[in-house]
T-cell receptor, first 115, second 114 residues
Framework: AQTVTQSQPEMSVQEAETVTLSCTYD???????LFWYKQPPSRQMILVIR??????QNATENRFSVNFQKAAKSFSLKISDSQLGDAAMYFC????????????FGTGTRLQVFP | NAGVTQTPKFQVLKTGQSMTLQCAQD?????MYWYRQDPGMGLRLIYY?????TTDKGEVPNGYNVSRLNKREFSLRLESAAPSQTSVYFC????WGAGTDTQYFGPGTRLTVL
């Protein structure tokens, strides 16, 4: 069975600085998708970025980018120019490319942003 | 475009009571999901419905039943609530099988069982 591990329960960053959130996963599959979701205090789950395992190029979305290391099974999220609105829980998630698109989530990292 | 909606937003039950959480999506998605979120445990899949007319168990199905009423609606029922079911419940949907794989989430229901 696949597992997702987020080893940083909490992180903090100063406004305008850069922070990296870690995620590792375990799978025997070669084709899959990885996601980062943001959950602000409103509880709404918001997709931040997604990565297809067959793509070598790291995904980017504005200030958010990933460092996808397939061999190491690592999928970290880099937030550049951090803003106060980035403060939230961040969840890493895995989805197999086979069968249904069930998501397997990590336990989350709480990000605090200080002015 | 409302996306995924859930009712109610908050609910308090006594042990042994029953209730149904409602979920609806207006994105014409095939697949729908119910997750629960507990502190320190991330989101765990309870049940899912890959398409209208089908439902399957997820990681933590015990104590729950689901109904895929039609393509838009997917309800979660607690027949006899227990304190261990105190959690935040999220419904999600996706257009799986139609070339995209992103799941979209509802705002969640905070359920407390006394």
């Amino acid at each position: 069975a696949q597992t997702v591990t987020q080893s940083q329960p909490e992180m903090s960053v100063q406004e305008a600085e850069t922070v990296t959130l870690s995620c590792t996963y375990d799978t025997s599959e070669s084709d899959y998708y990885l996601f980062w979701y943001k959950q602000p205090p409103s509880r709404q789950m918001i997709l931040v970025i997604r990565q297809e395992a067959y793509k070598q190029q790291n995904a980017t979305e504005n200030r958010f980018s990933v460092n996808f290391q397939k061999a190491a099974k690592s999928f970290s999220l880099k937030i550049s120019d951090s803003q106060l609105g980035d403060a939230a829980m961040y969840f890493c998630a895995y989805r197999s490319a086979l069968g249904t698109d069930k998501l397997i989530f990590g336990t989350g990292t709480r990000l605090q942003v200080f002015p | 475009n409302a996306g995924v909606t859930q009712t109610p937003k908050f609910q308090v039950l006594k042990t042994g009571q029953s209730m149904t959480l409602q979920c609806a999506q207006d994105m014409n998605h095939n697949s729908m999901y119910w997750y629960r979120q507990d502190p320190g445990m991330g989101l765990r899949l309870i049940y899912y419905s890959a398409s209208e007319g089908t439902t399957d168990k997820g990681e933590v199905p015990n104590g729950y039943n689901v109904s895929r009423l039609n393509k838009r609606e997917f309800s979660l029922r607690l027949e006899s609530a227990a304190p261990s079911q105190t959690s935040v419940y999220f419904c999600a949907s996706s257009a799986w099988g139609a070339g995209t794989d992103t799941q979209y989430f509802g705002p969640g229901t905070r359920l407390t069982v006394l």
